[in-house]
């Protein structure tokens, strides 16, 4: 198996055939145009938030929980005075306070699909407040679209019908903003007839703690998870078994389409008299649910979904007693987070690889329907898989990585990034080992970037950050 870092270095190897400065396209100024529009229609979402129905800590009682996530991309950052606290850097921070109000509701509004419900005339049923604060250490970590301040809060309730709804503020922003109102039906835990499904990405090494991912109805592509079912009514004179299918959805009818995995359940993937709660202690880099034995606890499964190797789409897992009877299920989708934007259009993607393949296997990749096309593309990467016992492509993933990288680091107002001479020199090679600037008296700015036995220098040629290769 490769890692990660020899991925790297293994892109300027024997994969990378392709010429560094390649002759230009008569598309060339349409692909360009292409991958800034793709850039700037590209909005990945920033925060994720999910509503948990638990076992209540009384029998009459059931617990509603909202669990949440927030990308430091998305968060308002400002520079504090504290280099260090506690052993964390903190050069920059940024509070969040969240804040849930719930109140007594009724059928009719139950029956009502206008997200605007006016809450005024209905009475409170509870209140939960939480606040932290995000920290950063450097602006660059304040920018990250993959770490995220974890977060949740919640109460217990007696069953019956409530209205909820969400306060969030973010920063030193005057008004917080508030969610669309949102109206549920709480039956009492022991008479469900569909068990939930808790998603996690981790489980504690003695197994009393479940990492929830805390991206709603999302996990992470490329990463396997475990699935914590309520499996109602159960008894040990029946069998359980798990699928995994994949779904489509269009024009709001889903339709269940491959299966891509299936077991039966045995004693190992069952946790009885169990009562999951959420741990109550602050914890912002994780929402742990703690799987407490208790005397009155209900069963569930618990088993490892190998989404790793999966595509990211959307799937159903169904739990079914004898093989017939549903007794739990939920929807999921497979989410490539920090997916390159190079990879969002299939011809911006072919295009791309002319920095790694010489002109006749251009064009043959770029031959055919959508379809014919997409298969031979997939077709191209699947012979560079460093892991093709797994979904996620590491090289491919690396490639388009650079490609994006070129393309915000290296464009200015006369060439794109990954047109220049350095964007091309960092595709085919990554980044350097390291990177020595000179300003002479009586020249132009020079940069040299050193990598394993290779140096590449680049002289300013405009005071606006373009350079040119002058030797390697």
């Not at 145009?33 to 938030?49: C, G």
């Not at 998305?74 to 849930?100: I, L």
């Not at 993959?146 to 306060?167: A, C, S």
Request: with cysteine.
């Amino acid at each position: 198996m490769i890692s990660v870092k020899q991925t790297i270095y293994s892109i300027a190897g024997a994969l990378l055939f392709g010429l560094l400065f390649g002759s230009a396209s008569e598309l060339r100024a349409q692909q360009n145009l292409k991958y800034q529009q793709l850039s700037f229609a590209d909005q990945r979402p920033s925060q994720f938030f999910d509503f948990l129905i638990l076992p209540g800590q009384a029998d009459e009682t059931v617990a509603l929980a909202s669990v949440y996530s927030f990308s430091y991309s998305s968060m308002p950052f400002k520079k504090s005075n504290e280099s260090q606290s506690s052993g964390k850097k903190r050069a920059f921070f940024s509070p969040v306070t969240m804040n849930m109000e719930v109140f007594s509701s009724n059928e009719s509004l139950l029956k009502r699909k206008d997200p605007d419900i006016s809450v005024e005339q209905l009475d409170p049923a509870g209140r939960a407040f939480w606040e932290d604060t995000a920290y950063a250490g450097t602006y660059e970590e304040t920018q990250s679209e993959l770490t995220f301040l974890y977060g949740h809060l919640g109460m217990e309730l007696k069953p019956g019908i409530y209205t909820y709804v969400l306060q969030l503020k973010r920063g030193d922003r005057g008004d917080p903003r508030t969610s669309q109102t949102r109206t549920i039906r709480i039956k009492p835990y022991s008479e469900m007839t569909i068990g939930n499904v808790y998603l996690g990405e981790k489980l504690s090494s003695d197994g009393s703690q479940l990492q929830l991912i805390s991206m709603g109805d999302n996990v992470k592509y490329g990463s396997d998870f475990y699935a914590l079912a309520y499996l109602p009514g159960y008894t040990e004179e029946a069998s359980y078994s798990l699928d995994v299918n994949a779904i489509s959805t269009s024009r709001g009818d889903t339709s269940v389409t491959d299966q891509l995995y299936s077991q039966e359940l045995g004693t190992d993937d069952l946790r009885r008299g169990i009562k999951p709660c959420l741990n109550s202690g602050r914890n912002s880099k994780a929402n742990m649910l703690q799987l407490s034995p208790d005397p009155d606890g209900f069963t569930y499964a618990l088993v490892k979904i190998p989404n790793s190797r999966f595509p990211n789409t959307s799937y159903r897992i169904t739990i079914r007693e004898n093989d017939r009877k549903t007794v739990s299920s939920t929807t999921y989708q497979s989410k490539w987070l920090d997916m390159p934007r190079s990879l969002l259009s299939l011809d911006i993607a072919t295009e791309m690889l002319r920095y790694m393949v010489n002109d006749q296997t251009l064009d043959r990749l770029s031959e055919g329907s959508k379809e014919e096309r997409e298969r031979k593309f997939r077709a191209f990467w699947k012979e560079r898989d460093p892991t093709p016992d797994t979904e996620y492509n590491e090289l491919m993933a690396e490639y388009y990585r650079r490609i994006d990288y070129a393309y915000r680091h290296f464009t200015t107002n006369n060439i794109i990034g990954y047109e220049s001479d350095q964007g091309k020199v960092y595709i085919k090679y990554g980044p350097p080992n390291n990177i020595e600037r000179k300003f002479p008296i009586d020249g132009s700015p020079v940069e040299i970037w050193s990598y394993p036995n290779r140096e590449f220098v680049f002289r300013a040629t405009s005071g606006f950050g373009d350079f040119k290769l002058v030797s390697q």
